[in-house]
């Protein structure tokens, strides 16, 4: 099948049923590549217990998946201009399907890490063409119910994650964790190709940029890699990470150079950055998911930790995220398109910053209802802050360099939620361990208030060092929970500062248009 000519004409706007199905599909793609990033979490010691590696070596499941994923996003724009967004989209999906099948058959860490890595390049396309497949072959008035549909299962794959991880690793086998997208990306494989195979983008050939692929995987692999082991190698005290932090720096700075000067076929349109909404939209878009993503870590730790929660529960708790997401998303999709989103995406940051201001005074008896509760109100928030931010950003990009900045921008959230996943967490064990040292020194034999507990706690059968031992417990429990209130002061202080930034950008002419009709 040859690629249509850049003359040949759009295709009609999809309709009716095939709409909502080729809108589904695309979104299950998504939502599965997404998972995939947070599924194996609660996995990892069961995975690594049966492949004979201890949990530290089977974190490289993970790692292995996130960094060649953030190396093939943003290379999207380049592959879709060879390749099609079609073509391209149904290539990942199908080899995503394929190295899922051989992780679940992997029999040691290096095969498993090899499929993961597999799994990863072939994965990061599917997520911007997924968006740029919806934002260009649906009508215009219909577009915004697409991105909110996008949009919620993009939010929602990262929370579902460690929830189905968990509960596949306790009621079945961990291998079902990546078999189950098999028959899945089969079918949206079939549906796809049912209803996007007429709907193929322009190609044209183009040189490959060896030397920018080279650059990329460099810088951004060094980069992947010191956050997912920055905290497990006590970050900057280790020469390790000092290494990978130089080399991610210099090959930073070397990629621009190349990409930037002289170079007729850049791997990636780094030019996108020059229009104001891209840039200014891509920033709080990535800052504001780091904070978001950077909790949502904490949140179950915290649960199973602290509050005593099992794997399945703690993500019971959290799966309230998604109530009022799927309520507000298709009334907002509907209006993205017609009104400045602006105003909505402060809302959302005000809300977000409430959310963590109320989590900031949780404590040790917080019920179950208190923690849902603000979850629910973060749902609602995180579909008015990704929708419209996606929209905004991608605003003023002409059609044939959506895939691209599609591709650009998920890179730069996707790096951006790895960095606070990675922040929030070093945040929060130096908080901990700080609350932890200012308890110790008042829990001494000298204190009346520890002596009287001690005292207590004998006269009911404990022994001394039973005591002791139940005290230091009652301690790091206590600093874990001031630890967590810490961290979510900061990032409600942080949201407000993003409610104000998001101003930077300006009014899309798209809406401006409206108003004027209005």
Not at 157 to 177: D, F, Y
Not at 444 to 464: C, E, F, I, N, V
Not at 481 to 486: I, V
């Amino acid at each position: 099948m040859s690629a249509p000519s850049p003359e040949t004409p759009a295709p009609p706007p999809l309709d009716g049923v095939e709409r909502m199905i080729g809108a589904l599909a695309l979104s299950v793609g998504t939502f599965m590549t997404i998972l995939d990033t947070s599924v194996t979490n609660v996995s990892v010691p069961t995975i690594s217990g049966d492949l004979g590696v201890s949990p530290t070596q089977g974190t490289w499941i993970i790692t292995s998946y996130a960094v060649a994923i953030a190396i093939s996003l943003p290379l999207t724009g380049w592959l879709t201009t060879r390749f099609g967004q079609v073509r391209l989209f149904l290539a990942s999906v199908l080899l995503f399907t394929a190295t899922s099948l051989l992780c679940g058959l992997a029999t040691s860490i290096d095969s498993m890490v090899l499929f993961r890595g597999l799994q990863g390049l072939v994965a990061g396309p599917m997520v911007p063409l997924s968006q740029s497949l919806l934002m260009t072959t649906f009508p215009r008035e219909k577009a915004g119910f697409a991105l909110a549909l996008w949009s919620m299962t993009a939010l929602a794959a990262p929370v579902t994650g460690p929830l189905l991880g968990g509960w596949i690793s306790e009621q079945a086998t961990w291998p079902w964790i990546f078999y189950l997208n098999v028959p899945i990306g089969i079918v949206v494989a079939a549906l796809t190709w049912r209803i996007y195979r007429r709907r193929e983008s322009p190609t044209r050939k183009v040189p490959v940029d060896l030397a920018g692929i080279a650059l990329l995987a460099l810088w951004v692999g060094a980069l992947q890699i010191m956050l997912d082991k920055g905290r497990e190698l006590d970050w900057f005290a280790s020469s390790e990470i000092v290494a990978l932090a130089c080399v991610a720096a210099v090959g930073f700075a070397v990629f621009l150079v190349w990409e930037l000067l002289d170079n007729p076929h850049p791997v990636v349109d780094l030019h996108l950055f020059a229009i104001r909404n891209f840039w200014s939209g891509t920033a709080v878009l990535s800052i504001g998911y780091a904070i978001f993503f950077g909790t949502m870590v904490v949140m179950p730790l915290w649960l199973q930790t602290v509050m005593g929660y099992t794997p399945i529960w703690s993500g019971m708790m959290m799966a309230p995220i998604g109530l009022l997401a799927i309520l507000i998303a298709p009334f907002l999709g509907r209006r993205v398109h017609e009104r400045d989103p602006r105003p909505t995406v402060t809302l959302a940051f005000l809300l977000f910053a409430g959310v963590s201001f109320a989590r900031a005074g949780f404590d040790l008896e917080a019920d179950a209802w208190t923690i849902v509760l603000p979850t629910i109100i973060q749902g609602a928030a995180s579909v008015m802050f990704f929708m419209p931010l996606t929209s905004l950003l991608l605003a003023d990009i002409p059609p044939e360099r959506v895939p691209a900045a599609a591709g650009l921008s998920n890179f730069v959230r996707f790096s951006a939620g790895a960095f606070g996943a990675s922040a929030s967490i070093t945040v929060w064990d130096e908080r901990t361990a700080l609350h932890r040292a200012h308890l110790v020194e008042h829990a001494t034999g000298y204190d009346p208030t520890t002596g009287a507990a001690l005292d207590a706690m004998q006269a009911r059968g404990y022994t001394s060092d039973q005591a002791l031992g139940l005290l230091d417990r009652v301690i790091e429990a206590q600093a874990r929970m001031m630890g967590t209130n810490d961290l979510f002061w900061l990032a409600g202080v942080l949201f407000l500062a993003l409610a104000a930034l998001v101003w930077i950008a300006r009014r899309p002419v798209r809406t401006e248009a409206v108003a004027g009709k209005a």
